[in-house]
């Protein structure tokens, strides 16, 4: 699977570095440490859509209602905390748990009706979206208090100090869970591979992180918003390759029949994984609302479903099932959002926007279309 | 005797796929089971994995009278089926689908070394050579995965070992590959049965072979007394 990661990433990887610096020299803003922490807020709601649209990938589905889902989610969240006085949490707890039972609807009317996904989903793109209008009535738009908690989740920036701790301590564990694989490994009497080839991701993405502090600390400092989504992504990719239901999602992504063979429930893995892009969705939507600080009618609308699944295949989750990581949410929403904002820097059109956006998907897809007629086992 | 079966019939609407048909599998015995398209074979797997349901008919395991209503309970007397669609996914590596449906875990959390090396083991005893078993099972050959789909039989611990075509896919290399892994299951005291077109590889691996012809018996032979000629008149129909 490493292997693949790497023919995943690689693609993804040159194109932000064509982005970097095509709108890097274009204009001067773009690489500038206060436009970048814009890029990081903008991306994180979306990205954490595209997490959710990720789940079903892995199954070879479709999820077109995770756009209405986060909107609606958005909605009842502020509803019940502004309108109802309910307390924050409870108010997010509900509305995460409104998008939980909304996945798990629509996966249980996909697997036990066997309609197909993308038409179960394209109900609800309409009818979450309908109720969404229906619970804000007249009014249209509900303010969320700049004060509050949930407002201030996307105006909250780490401390230096705080940002380099979290930092070190991720690439500590790391080094140290590897360098006690490799041991375990070896009195298992199991290959080991190199070790350069062990450190060298460590040290990359050291790097990296050194190098985002360093940067995003020119301006106000690492988000709070980046550091929730990038720990969702981790955390979601480690449930994925570590645990049984994770690897059984691959199971029925890579083939259904085999799955149930072997004894799997496929249709709970089905119906948990619908569950997870919801509730997913519904953190998005939550997220998107603390930045904007309030819920309109246009919440979840327009072009974050679309935008959300481009990623998804943009940084490498496989249309087909079975292939990619969350790690695809993420350099894929980097990858439309970097586009978004160098085009909006230099005053381009969204008309050109769209059109550009629509080239890199193609592109996404037509190499995923073709790993896949290159693999030895295309025949299935 | 592992496996007894008596006076098994099965219809399906007008088709009479078996008819009192006798199957007796021993330990430590290849037993080819061989005949015509149509002939029955399939449907007498089946109904011994448990996927179909005999009209009548007795099915005796290690001396027992057993009833096989469901693919579980047979696989609980342990009677493992390799289909000849293999079940594999092609997007896992090895270790994942050898432990298909059966991961092992503590607390949810895989056991990825203790896996990998129970895998390693058993494909080593069982003489499977592949390079690399963390590598997906999309980049194997042929032969390597059916020797996944059969090591995977294996750690069931079953005592009976179904192969449905196992071969019909391969090349010549892969081929002997395969059969060189069927002699080993026999050499570990299971009783297999192999379903096969190709009388060649049924000679060469067998110990004993059962013809069946238009859903009945039509003859049984130790491998060494049987030549193709015998074989290929039972199996049409033309002796007399
Ligand atoms: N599900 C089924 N429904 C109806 N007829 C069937 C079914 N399965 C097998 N048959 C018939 O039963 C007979 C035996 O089939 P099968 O066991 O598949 O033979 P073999 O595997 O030896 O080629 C054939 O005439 C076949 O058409
Ligand atoms: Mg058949």
């Given at each position: 699977m490493s292997q693949r990661l790497t023919i995943g990433i690689t693609p993804v990887v040159a194109g932000l570095a064509v982005i970097a610096v095509t709108f890097g020299l274009l204009n001067e803003h773009f690489l500038a440490p206060e436009n970048l922490t814009n890029l990081m807020l903008q991306m994180a709601a979306t990205g954490t859509i595209s997490l959710g649209i990720v789940m079903v990938l892995l199954l070879g589905e479709i999820d077109l209602s995770a756009g209405s889902v986060s909107g609606l989610a958005a909605v009842v969240m502020t509803i019940l905390s502004v309108n109802r006085h309910l307390p924050v949490a409870a108010a997010i707890a509900l509305a995460l748990l409104t998008g939980a039972a909304i996945g798990t609807l629509q996966?249980?009317?996909?697997?036990?009706?066997?309609?197909?996904?993308?038409?179960?989903?394209?109900?609800?793109?309409?009818?979450?979206?309908?109720?969404?209008?229906?619970?804000?009535?007249?009014?249209?738009?509900?303010n969320l208090p700049f004060t509050g908690f949930v407002a201030k989740l996307s105006d909250t920036w780490l401390p230096a100090w705080l940002s380099w701790s979290i930092a070190a301590l991720a690439i500590v564990a790391w080094s140290a869970v590897t360098a006690l694989q490799r041991r375990l490994r070896e009195t298992a009497g199991l290959p080991v591979t190199a070790l350069w080839r062990a450190a060298a991701p460590i040290a990359g993405v050291a790097a990296l992180l050194a190098g985002t502090i360093v940067l995003l600390g020119a301006d106000r400092g690492v988000p709070l918003l980046?550091?929730?989504?990038?720990?969702?992504?981790?955390?979601?990719?480690?449930?994925?390759?570590?645990?049984?239901?994770?690897?059984?999602?691959?199971?029925?992504g890579g083939n259904p029949e085999a799955a149930r063979r072997a004894g799997i429930n496929v249709n709970a893995v089905r119906v948990l994984a619908f569950a997870a892009c919801a509730t997913l969705a519904a953190v998005g939507g939550i997220l998107a609302a603390s930045r904007?600080?309030?819920?309109?009618?246009?919440?979840?609308?327009?072009?974050?479903?679309?935008?959300?699944?481009?990623?998804?295949?943009?940084?490498?989750?496989?249309?087909f099932g079975g292939r990619g990581r969350t790690y695809a949410a993420l350099l894929g929403i980097?990858?439309?959002?970097?586009?978004?904002?160098?085009?909006?820097?230099?005053?381009?059109?969204?008309?050109?926007?769209?059109?550009?956006?629509?080239?890199?998907?193609?592109?996404?897809?037509?190499?995923?279309?073709?790993?896949r007629k290159g693999s030895p086992g295309a025949a299935r | 005797?592992?496996?007894?079966?008596?006076?098994?019939?099965?219809?399906?609407?007008?088709?009479?796929?078996?008819?009192?048909?006798?199957?007796?599998?021993?330990?430590?015995?290849?037993?080819?089971?061989?005949?015509?398209?149509?002939?029955?074979?399939?449907?007498?797997?089946?109904?011994?994995?448990?996927?179909?349901?005999?009209?009548?008919?007795?099915?005796?395991?290690?001396?027992?009278?057993?009833?096989?209503?469901?693919?579980?309970?047979?696989?609980?007397?342990?009677?493992?089926?390799v289909y000849q669609d293999l079940a594999l996914c092609e997007n896992l590596n090895v270790v994942a689908n050898l432990f298909l449906g059966a991961e092992q875990h503590h607390g949810g959390l895989l056991r990825h070394i203790h896996m990998e090396r129970t895998a390693h083991e058993l494909l080593t005893s069982l003489d499977v050579r592949i390079p690399d078993i963390r590598q997906p099972v999309a980049t194997l050959s042929g032969g390597q995965r059916q020797s996944v789909a059969i090591?995977?039989?294996?750690?069931?611990?079953?005592?009976?070992?179904?192969?449905d075509e196992p071969t019909a896919s391969l090349g010549v290399e892969q081929t002997a590959q395969v059969l060189a892994l069927i002699r080993r299951l026999r050499e570990r005291g299971l009783a297999v049965l192999l379903i096969s077109h190709n009388l060649a590889d049924v000679l060469a691996v067998s110990d004993r072979i059962t013809v069946l012809r238009l859903g009945r018996n039509a003859g049984d032979y130790r491998t060494d007394d049987a030549d193709q000629d015998t074989i290929v008149a039972a199996i049409t129909g033309a002796r007399a």
């Open positions: 996966g249980v009317l996909f697997t036990r009706l066997g309609m197909p996904s993308f038409v179960v989903t394209l109900a609800g793109l309409i009818g979450w979206q309908g109720l969404l209008l229906y619970l804000l009535g007249r009014g249209g738009t509900i980046l550091v929730l989504f990038v720990s969702m992504v981790v955390a979601l990719d480690l449930g994925l390759r570590h645990t049984v239901i994770g690897q059984r999602i691959f199971a029925v904007l600080a309030a819920v309109n009618q246009s919440s979840g609308g327009s072009d974050i479903l679309l935008m959300a699944i481009a990623a998804a295949v943009i940084g490498g989750a496989s249309l980097l990858v439309i959002q970097s586009i978004t904002n160098g085009m909006l820097l230099l005053n381009v059109d969204s008309s050109i926007r769209f059109m550009v956006t629509a080239g890199v998907l193609i592109v996404a897809v037509a190499i995923d279309s073709l790993a | 005797m592992v496996l007894q079966v008596r006076d098994i019939s099965k219809r399906y609407g007008a088709v009479q796929a078996l008819q009192n048909v006798r199957l007796d599998l021993a330990a430590g015995e290849v037993t080819a089971l061989v005949g015509d398209n149509g002939a029955g074979k399939s449907t007498l797997i089946k109904v011994i994995a448990g996927v179909v349901a005999a009209d009548h008919g007795t099915i005796s395991f290690e001396g027992r009278p057993v009833r096989i209503n469901r693919p579980h309970d047979a696989q609980s007397l342990g009677i493992a089926t090591a995977r039989a294996l750690l069931g611990q079953p005592k009976l070992v179904v192969l």
